[in-house]
């Protein structure tokens, strides 16, 4: 099993819809989880990040984490055709044997395309 | 700040060179990463330092693959020997090792091995 897991995309949205991107982790341990939107021939660039159950807003970007089903969200309201992109969820774990939280893994990404 | 820097962009070589990929991270960050993004498998992370010490090697694909960060302002990735399949896009990202902070990306060095 993949230490974290996007939907498997790609997807498709309508402008103004709501885009939705899953992630799926399988550290228990975890303590933050991060979205980040890469461009491409870019580097990937951070979005938001969340470590509390529950949501997380920030202007039409919204962080969504359960804890319990070892499951984070991403929902984009009012998807603009500039909102394509690939975004990658990443989960910051507690390093082997350690105590310091430092390990970041990413997940495949979901290419996400908004049309007109 | 100017960032997480990294050189050469691009890197074109041939099969059986010594390829050296160089990283300044953002000063004052304690965790650098290394991480190699190809289309098949995405953005691995093949090795990460706290403090200039190496915690996590597991993503380093084979001996081939060394990195060291002898100072808090300078890593390098090297490849002894490259071959084609070690063609990708190579990240070095740097952060704080605290839980709630950022990774900061450089540009990336592309290479590719012929």
């Known amino acids: 099993q993949k230490e974290v897991e996007q939907n498997s995309g790609p997807l498709s949205v309508p402008e103004g819809a709501i885009a939705s991107l899953n992630c799926t982790y399988s550290?228990?341990?975890?303590?933050?989880f991060f979205w980040y939107r890469q461009y491409s021939g870019k580097s990937p660039e951070l979005i938001m990040f969340?470590?509390?159950?529950g949501d997380k807003e920030d202007g039409r970007f919204t962080a969504q984490l359960n804890k319990a089903s070892q499951y984070v969200s991403l929902l984009i309201r009012d998807s603009q055709p500039s909102d394509s992109a690939t975004y990658l969820c990443?989960?910051?774990?507690?390093?082997?044997?350690?105590?310091?939280?430092?390990?970041?893994?990413f997940g495949q990404g979901t290419i996400l395309t908004v049309h007109p | 700040d100017a960032g997480v820097i990294q050189s050469p962009r691009h890197e074109v070589t041939e099969m059986g060179q010594e390829v050296t990929l160089r990283c300044k991270p953002i000063?004052?960050?304690?965790?650098l990463f290394w991480y190699r993004q190809t289309m098949m498998r995405g953005l691995e992370l093949l090795i990460y330092?706290?403090?200039?010490?190496?915690?996590?090697d597991s993503g380093m694909p084979e001996d081939r693959f060394s990195a060291k960060m002898p100072n808090a302002s300078f890593s390098t990735l090297k490849i002894q020997p490259s071959e084609p399949r070690d063609s990708a896009v190579y990240f070095c990202?740097?952060?704080?090792?605290?839980?709630?902070?950022?990774?900061?990306f450089g540009q990336g060095t592309r290479l590719t091995v012929v």
């Open positions: 990202a740097s952060s704080l090792p605290a839980p709630n902070t950022e990774a900061f």
């Open positions: 550290d228990r341990g975890s303590q933050s």
């Open positions: 969340i470590y509390s159950n």
């Open positions: 990443a989960v910051k774990s507690l390093e082997a044997g350690g105590t310091s939280y430092g390990k970041l893994t």
């Open positions: 000063s004052g960050h304690n965790s």
């Open positions: 330092f706290n403090n200039n010490v190496p915690i996590d």
